[in-house]
């Protein structure tokens, strides 16, 4: 008995289908249109076991934790390293809104970038600590921080400009221009202690200082691989081989996630080490069987 080609045809795309849907890739490559690299994962397992606490792929939407809060990622520069957030309840110069503030994880990697400049709105001028001599923390004469810079009262006075804002008809002085190093240790913008309804961040201009509309609302915050801020080499030549790194076990050790849903210990290329033992193909066991099972099948059709 003799087959046609078409049928050898159709037992060898049959057995490419098989493959493809048992292999499939726990390490997703993108979350909705954001493009995910290391150190950030979509899964538990995936990316830097340091980040994916905090960056999740929730439903195709990258989100963003701290204790104050989920945030959408609205994008990542991954050449200077800097993922940028926003925070539905940050009042912009369309829009104010009462907000609670926002906060960094004290044991986050994150920090946050120099470019950002929060405006603190409708703050107690009588009772708010931001303006008392005292300051937050009330210890006497090493406490008269400046909380609100004073070089920052004309940002103040654009978003007072601001129609959402300038309705509310507040003095100017109810704002203050916060910038980060006067967070403190506790990466904390706590409105309620600071006496002040809304806040406002943005991380540029866009090239029109007076325009508050066209200002880029957000929060940047900066990110380092590690201590030296190097990118792993194993990470790199697990990506090269179109894996995507991820970490697994009780010591969070690396892995290299392939295309095929096998898990290395260094890249997907053939002959790597495979960490369930099977040191050929990249192809599950029971894959290679029902691929040699579907040839033998069409050989002896033959
Ligand atoms: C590969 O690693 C990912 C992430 O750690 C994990 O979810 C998945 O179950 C692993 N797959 C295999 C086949 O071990
Ligand atoms: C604050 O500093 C001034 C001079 O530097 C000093 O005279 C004063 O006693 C200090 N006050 C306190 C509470 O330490």
């Not at 995910?36 to 990316?47: A, E, R």
């Not at 994008?75 to 800097?82: H, L, R, S, W």
Request: net charge negative; with cysteine.
């Amino acid at each position: 008995m003799k087959l046609s080609h078409p049928s050898i045809t159709l037992v060898s795309f049959l057995s490419l289908i098989f493959l493809s849907t048992i292999s499939a890739q726990t390490c997703q490559r993108t979350c909705g249109k954001q493009i995910l690299t290391f150190p950030f994962g979509s899964d538990p397992g995936c990316g830097d076991p340091r980040f994916q606490q905090y960056v999740t792929c929730d439903q195709q939407k990258l989100t963003f934790t701290t204790h104050t809060g989920s945030y959408f990622v609205t994008n990542i520069d991954y050449a200077n390293q800097v993922i940028y957030i926003s925070d539905p309840s940050m009042s912009t110069c369309s829009c104010t809104q009462p907000s609670k503030g926002f906060g960094l994880d004290w044991d986050a990697p994150f920090t946050f970038h120099d470019d950002t400049i929060f405006a603190l709105l409708d703050c107690s001028v009588s009772s708010s600590p931001i303006y008392s001599l005292n300051g937050l923390y009330g210890d006497g004469n090493n406490s008269k921080v400046p909380l609100c810079d004073n070089q920052g009262t004309p940002i103040c006075s654009y978003l007072y400009s601001c129609t959402p804002i300038s309705t509310i008809n507040l003095p100017i002085s109810t704002c203050c221009i916060y910038a980060p190093v006067n967070l403190g240790p506790s990466f904390e913008m706590d409105l309620k202690k600071l006496q002040c309804t809304s806040y406002s961040g943005f991380y540029s201009f866009n090239g029109q200082d007076s325009n508050p509309e066209n200002w880029n609302y957000g929060i940047a915050l900066k990110y380092k691989f590690n201590v030296n801020n190097e990118y792993p080499i194993t990470c790199a030549q697990c990506e090269r081989s179109l894996g995507v790194c991820g970490y697994t076990g009780v010591y969070n050790s690396f892995i290299c996630n392939c295309p095929n849903g096998l898990n290395t210990s260094s890249n997907c290329f053939f002959g790597a080490s495979y960490n369930n033992g099977l040191r050929l193909l990249p192809l599950k066991n029971g894959a290679w069987l029902m691929y040699i099972l579907a040839w033998a099948l069409v050989l002896v059709l033959l």
